[in-house]
């Protein structure tokens, strides 16, 4: 007669590792999610860096813009451009109280171009147009701008 240890060690010898194909398999599987991960990595990221863009143009922007208009009594020129909130053009520093973005890099839209600013502006008559490019930083009509 056998004992009980007998009984449970040789149910556990006929089932002790994967075989081949369950590993095949959940490789296979762990293959299949990581590639769908990946391939819709970059469309989550690009939708957030779009999104940004569209923040800053509309939303981020809109209060050192208007603390420099009431400081100085108009919107930076096109030709002072952007750079005014970070440093006081030249012959406008007594009334100046800035800076207005204290960081160079906010300047720049998410993929490392300097958004474009335009005062006054062709789409938003009486005040500025202020876009990006967009992810092909080219001026095309995809822009993402505050119009």
Do not use: C
Request: overall charge negative; aromatic content about 10%.
């Amino acid at each position: 007669m056998r004992n009980r240890n007998d009984l449970l060690s040789a149910g556990r010898s006929t089932r002790s590792a994967f075989t081949l194909l369950e590993i095949l398999i959940v490789l296979a599987l762990v293959g299949l999610l990581a590639g769908v991960l990946i391939s819709n990595v970059d469309k989550v990221f690009g939708e957030s860096q779009v999104d940004i863009a569209k923040h800053q143009v509309n939303q981020a922007f809109r209060v050192p813009l208007t603390s420099y208009r009431m400081h100085l009594g108009s919107y930076p020129s096109t030709e002072e451009g952007l750079e005014a909130l970070v440093r006081a053009p030249e012959g406008r520093g007594d009334r100046w109280r800035g800076p207005y973005i204290d960081r160079d890099e906010l300047l720049r839209d998410p993929w490392g171009n300097q958004y474009q600013y335009r005062y006054p502006g062709q789409h938003n008559e009486g005040s500025y147009d202020l876009w990006s490019f967009g992810p092909d930083g080219v001026d095309s009509d995809r822009n993402i701008g505050n119009w």
